[in-house]
């Protein structure tokens, strides 16, 4: 059975950080474009990070430069720091697997193979 659990939401201030984790299980990091999406309340989902399991990594336009994804396939865990946060980032946020023809942060919600139940980022100003 498939599994991806995230954990490190919470609310912070304008400026802040948060680390957000991803434990996955049932599928192999090595068959699959990892990544990461968000939903604000009444707004699109929106791509905001992949990595490829050679190193290679995606950004949204928006996140560049704030936020970085990462992998540790030993500890089949997905990570995302997220620094100099700001309110526009307030969302709940997914971890998801998605087929390697859509890894990127502008096309990872075309090929979305699974996803987690997700985490709340608040950010205040």
């Known amino acids: 059975e498939v599994e991806l659990v995230e954990a490190g939401g919470g609310s912070v201030q304008t400026g802040g950080s948060l680390r957000l984790s991803c434990v996955g299980s049932?599928?192999?990091?090595?068959?699959?474009?990892m990544g990461w999406f968000r939903q604000a309340p009444g707004k699109e989902r929106e791509g905001v990070a992949t990595i490829h399991n050679d190193g290679t990594t995606s950004y949204d336009d928006s996140v560049k430069g704030r936020f970085t994804i990462s992998l540790d396939v030993a500890k089949s865990t997905l990570y995302l720091q997220m620094n100099s946060l700001k309110p526009e980032d307030t969302a709940m946020y997914y971890c998801a697997a998605a087929d390697w023809m859509y890894c990127s942060a502008t096309n990872l919600l075309r090929g979305l193979d699974f996803w987690g139940q997700g985490t709340q980022v608040t950010v205040s100003s």
């Open positions: 049932g599928f192999s990091y090595y068959t699959h474009c």
